[in-house]
């Protein structure tokens, strides 16, 4: 039996809401390397999904010339947070990461709307959290049971726009992110989450131990996923994401893999510390291409 919570879940899921939307886009003063056309998001608002009803903030890339309903992606960010750790208190866009301003303007430059969620700013963390601190944090920023409702606020967000397609949505996740990635994913959810959920989830060196929510029962996605680790990673356990990954596809589920050898965490940031390691700059101009692939076809539209 169905319990209120669980209806109240996926009817938010359907239901359009008012929505808070401010005009708040700044110029990003240290653009990333590429692509080089500079963007300038739309500061939103919108509610999670989670109990306390926390508002939280996003930065919205928008698509250029594209003809009729566009595809969207939810950007999840890390354990550090969706800003810089130059920010020095100031917290909007024009302190975004380097890493997610690339791949919002990545995706905007390929058809998709881009949207940055900011989950620890509104919940006094703007900063996010240091390495080794995953004992300490708080449960209101907890991966597996709270930031997937982030993820969900923002999938009706975007289906409040009249310019997406709200049945061509992914969501894209780093690190702690990718776990959250992987939880809002996972067939745990009430409701017919293949047609009221994401269309598919891409998670970048997720931490897998997901407070052992997948112990007993193992990892089923309700849509593709894909994973991509490096197999030098010094935050999170390559193998322990490999072998839960791998039982779930070798049960038939849809969720691949892909171990880059001598990548770091974070392998993908487009700064120079990163990207000056051989294995992680190669891990990266593949990890580009298959991301793009990936979405293509996950959020292509439906076969009638």
């Known amino acids: 039996m169905k319990t209120m919570h669980s209806i109240l879940f996926a009817a938010a899921l359907l239901v359009l809401p008012a929505t808070v939307v401010t005009a708040a886009a700044a110029q990003d003063t240290a653009a990333p390397e590429t692509p080089a056309r500079a963007t300038l998001p739309e500061r939103v608002v919108f509610r999670s999904l989670d109990d306390a009803r926390t508002e939280l903030v996003a ?34 866009a024009t302190t975004l990461t380097m890493r997610h301003r690339y791949w919002a303007q990545y995706w905007s430059e390929r058809g998709y709307y881009a949207l940055v969620v900011d989950g620890f700013g509104p919940r006094g963390y703007p900063g996010g959290f240091e390495r080794g601190s ?10 597996v049971t709270v930031r997937p409702l982030d993820a969900y606020g923002a ?17 894209m996740g780093w690190s702690n992110g990718g776990s959250a990635t992987l939880a809002t994913m996972a067939d745990d959810k009430p409701g017919d989450m293949r047609r009221l959920g994401f269309r598919a989830g891409l998670a970048m060196y997720p931490a897998c131990g997901l407070h052992n929510r997948f112990d007993r029962t193992g990892y089923r996605p309700y849509a593709p996923v894909r994973v991509f680790m490096g197999t030098e ?11 839960l990954i791998g039982t779930s596809r070798a049960r038939g589920h849809p969720v691949t893999f892909t171990s880059y050898r001598g990548a770091t965490h974070s392998f993908d940031d487009p700064g120079t510390r990163r990207q000056s390691v ?27």
């Open 59 to 92: 930065y919205l890339y928008s698509p250029e010339g594209v003809q009729g309903a566009a595809p969207a992606v939810v950007l999840m960010h890390g354990r550090a947070g969706a800003y810089s750790s130059l920010a020095n208190g100031v917290y909007d």
């Open 155 to 171: 999938l009706r967000y975007l289906r409040t726009l009249p310019a997406v397609d709200d049945d061509r949505i992914g969501v």
């Open 134 to 143: 995953y004992s300490e944090r708080p449960d209101e920023v907890n991966e």
């Open 233 to 243: 990673d010094e935050e999170v356990s390559h193998d322990r994401c490999r072998d």
């Open 278 to 304: 051989p294995a992680n700059a190669r891990a990266t101009a593949d990890v580009r291409e298959q991301a793009a692939i990936f979405f293509a076809e996950a959020l292509a539209p439906r076969l009638p």
